[in-house]
């Protein structure tokens, strides 16, 4: 026997965006704005392309730079 919740019925399943939205918003001091997308997928031709959004509050980059310090190539 096991201790593991049943899996939820198809009908309630959550679509991935709203797993991804449930699962941002599930830590401590979360906020709205934290479920925000902070990128956009393309495809064209058989190329995929991944893009950050202009507007994104958390951009890649160097770890340890202070925000604006960073440096693009």
Do not use: C, F, K, W
């Not at 393309?42 to 770890?63: F, Q, W």
């Amino acid at each position: 026997m096991s201790d593991m919740t049943p899996p939820v019925p198809a009908d309630d399943a959550m679509t991935p965006e709203q797993m991804r939205r449930d699962q941002l918003l599930a830590a401590p001091n979360a906020v709205e704005s934290d479920a925000d997308p902070r990128i956009q997928i393309t495809e064209h031709d058989g190329i995929t392309r991944v893009d950050i959004l202009p507007d994104a509050d958390v951009r890649p980059g160097n770890p340890y730079a202070e925000p604006g310090e960073g440096t693009r190539s």
